[in-house]
């Protein structure tokens, strides 16, 4: 089986961006712990994009062939119902992570789209997020 581990705007500068705030971790030092968090159970299917419309398209995608999603929609997390539109067609669960605890944050970061569908969502707890997230769908999907 397959879980997406799906990234939206400006994590591909992460470690660069605002370490004090995302850390010094790399996204490909998150989709090495993703893929050992996944062990030998799920297969690792880990993408980055900057724009919303490939963020649906793969979310599309999943339909059929993802057990579950992770997903840090990023600023689209606030902005995006067509990101929102195409989870509650995805049957599977679905774990929000964000890197920063976005309820600290500025008012505009308290409200998620996205928490409309997700069946958990991690805030906070830096890149262990992710990995915690990708247990979080193996438990749920046996
Ligand atoms: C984020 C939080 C969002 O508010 C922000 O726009 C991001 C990253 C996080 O991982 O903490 O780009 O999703």
């Given amino acids: 089986k397959t879980i997406y581990v799906l990234n939206g705007p400006n994590l591909n500068l992460l470690g660069q961006r605002q370490p004090e705030i995302y850390g010094h971790e790399t ?3 998150v989709e090495t712990m993703c893929r050992a968090a996944a062990e030998d159970k799920a297969q690792i299917r880990f993408l980055q994009t900057n724009w919303e419309g490939q963020l649906v398209d793969w979310i599309q995608e999943a339909r059929g062939e993802a057990c579950g999603i ?8 606030h902005s995006s119902v067509a990101v929102l539109d195409a989870l509650n067609m995805f049957d599977g669960p679905v774990i929000e992570v964000h890197i ?3 309820h600290k944050r500025e008012p505009f970061r308290h409200f998620s789209y996205v928490s409309q569908r997700a069946d958990g969502v991690v805030a906070g707890f ?3 997020g992710y990995p915690a997230a990708v247990r979080r769908v193996l438990s749920l999907t046996g």
Avoid: M
């Fill in 27 to 29: 996204l490909a030092d």
């Fill in 70 to 77: 992770v997903i840090n929609p990023a600023a689209l997390t």
């Fill in 100 to 102: 920063s605890q976005i």
């Fill in 126 to 128: 830096g890149v262990e």
